[in-house]
């Protein structure tokens, strides 16, 4: 058995940022196991330990060589290798190129099979795994990628890291690893706590790190997160039922601020409670990195927690430096806030023909103002009353005016929320107030959507203004690139009118570019909604994947011009159930109808002369005519699962004809009654979906 050591390789800095040491932490298990393959030492797992002022890789059971190698390749044939005067080829020379010796060493023999080979032998001695470490280590630093973060440079050299490294502990087994990056020479010590145990603390050998780190008061970024977990858990305890509020981004920066976190509670002032907690919030989340704290009905507190890495016995005077500290940013929240409840709200809406939605496509005010078209048309289309509707109109009058308000300008993840309140205070209707709050809904996929019917027309109308406003530039999302969201729009706009059948979608994709049109945008309308509405098409097929439909019941449904998403998703539902109840039935139907649409000629007409049928012929157009009134009837009534029970009653009746009948009789006046009758059979089909894509390909 290989003799193995455990590997530490521990790179020591001035604190470096969460985002990036999270990123890195990722990378290093990957970068030193690759770098441990390639040079052929074995080893076990690799686990990365990771604290602001530290990232470090433990590598179990690394064998302190490499293994011997005798290779023996078969290359081509001797006849092959050489020529008539023993002269090696160029498939000899690229042979022993490709394994790394001359030509003239290749060996000729006779292999198993009886005929003479070249033979390539290579012998790779076993080396020390020290060397190897060595050199693994500094490319291993050198290597780690920094994204949006610049990395920086110190002492005499021009190596990099995102901060000065300031040691480094390399290990293999007891013996220092001697490495050096940027003027820093690797030893056996690590540094523990800058406060609580500043100084160097000896690593013996990589199985005794943790407890080093643990003894310095240094603990691994998952025991940091469990012991403020724990912290915080005890926190709500104390206060029956309270909620500190630790959304996962803010806490896992919080975890990469701290080498021995300690939570505690500060206060803020009451009169701060009477400013909108959201900003509030943010300001202490995304400022601070406070967590706020709820009481058990969901109001929030004037508490909030803050993870200390100072010395506990410090924490009075940590709880009243961070408590000073909210009291200025709160200070300022609520200035913004109060100077924005002294602007009237329609003044903010004139002051948005300052601020630019897109350069080719005008302004925010220009934008509301296509919004104020759209709204009030769905919820008419919605089947909403006169209020409503003119809600609608006003909430998208209304929705953008925070934009210039001094609260969102800083805190811009409330935009719409602020618009809320401001709508609120100022007297409008409830509904309006929730629509403006609501109107960005939603933001992403499984996002809440609007909770009322004028938010969700806002809504609809901000989103189809912005889509028909890129394609009528003709600036469509490509690939990566979707710099407006307008996907992520398209697909809520979609789940939202999946909840208003009623709802059509082609028109209101001509209204919103109609009113670009009234604002002087030049573009050619039918092609521009031609390509919306296949856009949308693209993204109701994607959802009906998801959703586990076939491809090509999607392709059928497709290929019928279906663009209202409740109507597409339930025809789509509706054939697939069918199909697989009834596969065979489905299969042969498919078949006929591909057929009969082969056949048929539409400039024929489907006006069927009676007097020339036969008995198949009768039968078949019998069935086609209740075919069309069932089809129908089901269509009216929204029934797919009807209209697909009407088509499949069409296959006996089509399997019947096709059987008896010849279609192409050498009577033009026969064979053109006939194609007739195939143009209605077809017909019939077209209002629901294209059948014959449901045919096997051969």
């Known amino acids: 058995m290989a003799d193995t050591r455990d590997f530490l390789l521990e790179i020591g800095t001035e604190e470096m940022p969460s985002a990036p040491l999270i990123n890195a932490a990722k990378q290093l298990p990957k970068l030193v196991e690759k770098g441990l393959d390639d040079a052929g030492l074995s080893h076990g797992s690799v686990r990365v330990i990771s604290s602001p002022r530290r990232l470090a890789a433990l590598v179990s059971d690394v064998a302190m060589a490499t293994e011997s190698v005798h290779e023996v390749k078969r290359g081509p044939a001797a006849s092959i290798a050489f020529d008539a005067d023993g002269n090696p080829t160029k498939a000899a020379m690229g042979f022993a190129r490709k394994f790394g010796i001359d030509a003239a060493d290749l060996a000729r023999r006779v292999d198993s099979d009886g005929r003479e080979y070249v033979f390539a032998e290579r012998n790779i001695p076993s080396r020390p795994a020290m060397p190897i470490l060595s050199k693994l280590s500094h490319d291993v630093i050198a290597q780690i990628e920094w994204p949006n973060y610049r990395s920086q440079r110190w002492g005499s050299e021009h190596e990099t890291f995102v901060r000065p490294i300031r040691w480094l502990c390399v290990l293999l087994g007891s013996e220092v690893v001697p490495v050096t990056y940027a003027d820093v020479t690797s030893s056996n010590t690590t540094r523990g706590h800058r406060v609580l145990a500043p100084g160097d603390h000896v690593v013996s050998e990589p199985a005794d790190y943790e407890k080093v780190l643990e003894d310095a ?5 998952p025991k940091r997160a469990e012991v403020i977990r724990q912290q915080v858990a005890k926190i709500e305890a104390e206060r029956g039922g309270a909620r500190v509020d630790m959304p996962k981004r803010t806490f896992d920066e919080v975890v990469n601020l701290c080498e021995w976190p300690t939570s505690l509670v500060g206060f803020f002032d009451e009169e701060f409670l009477k400013v909108p907690h959201e900003i509030i919030c943010e300001s202490m989340l995304s400022n601070q990195r406070y967590f706020p704290i709820y009481d058990a009905d969901g109001e929030l507190t004037r508490e909030f927690v803050v993870v200390s890495n100072a010395n506990p016995a410090c924490s009075a005077t940590v709880i009243d430096g961070n408590e000073r500290v909210v009291r200025a940013r709160l200070d300022d929240a609520k200035f913004f806030y109060d100077e924005d409840l002294k602007v009237p709200m329609d003044e903010f809406v004139e002051r948005l023909d300052k601020v630019v939605f897109q350069e080719k496509l005008g302004t925010v005010r220009q934008k509301v103002t296509r919004m104020e078209a759209i709204a009030p048309a769905v919820a008419t289309a919605a089947g909403a009353d006169a209020q409503t509707v003119s809600h609608a109109t006003h909430a998208a009058h209304l929705a953008k005016a925070d934009l210039v308000s001094q609260a969102v300008v800083e805190f811009t993840n409330q935009q719409g929320v602020m618009g809320g309140y401001y709508a609120k205070a100022a007297g409008e209707p409830d509904d309006v107030c929730v629509a403006i709050r609501e109107h960005y809904r939603p933001r992403f996929a499984g996002d809440d959507l ?15 203004d912005t ?3 890129i394609f009528a530039i003709d600036e ?7 710099p407006f969201a307008v996907r992520r729009a398209a697909i809520g706009i979609i789940n939202m009118l999946r909840a208003l059948p009623t709802v059509h979608l082609k028109p209101l994709i001509a209204l919103a570019l109609g009113s670009y049109k009234e604002q002087g945008l030049s573009f050619d309308a039918d092609k521009v909604a031609a390509s919306v509405e296949k856009f949308f098409q693209g993204r109701l097929a994607a959802i009906a994947r998801d959703e586990k439909i076939a491809p090509d019941v999607i392709q059928a449904v497709s290929a019928v011009g279906v663009i209202d998403p409740d109507e597409f998703l339930r ?10 109840e009834r596969p065979e039935l489905f299969e042969d139907l498919a078949t006929a109808y591909a057929r009969a649409a082969h056949l048929a000629d539409p400039k024929l007409g489907s006006d069927v002369d009676e007097a020339l049928l036969g008995d198949s012929e009768r039968a078949l157009l019998d069935a086609v005519k209740k075919g069309e009134a069932d089809v129908s009837a089901a269509l009216a009534a929204g029934d797919f699962d009807a209209a697909c029970a009407a088509l499949a009653n069409l296959r006996d009746p089509i399997d019947t004809f096709f059987t008896d009948v010849l279609v192409m009789d050498p009577d033009p006046s026969i064979r053109d009654n006939r194609l007739r009758i195939l143009n209605r059979f077809s017909g019939v089909f077209g209002d629901v979906a294209d059948i014959g894509a449901l045919s096997k390909k051969k």
């Not at 609007?450 to 189809?464: Q, R």
């Open 217 to 221: 008061y240094v603990l691994d970024a």
């Open 450 to 464: 609007p909770s009322n019917l004028v938010g969700t027309c806002v809504a609809i109308a901000d989103k189809l």
């Open 467 to 469: 889509v028909c406003g």
């Open 476 to 482: 469509p999302p490509t690939g990566s690139s979707d």
């Open 571 to 580: 025809r789509a539902h509706a054939l697939d159930a069918a199909r697989s």
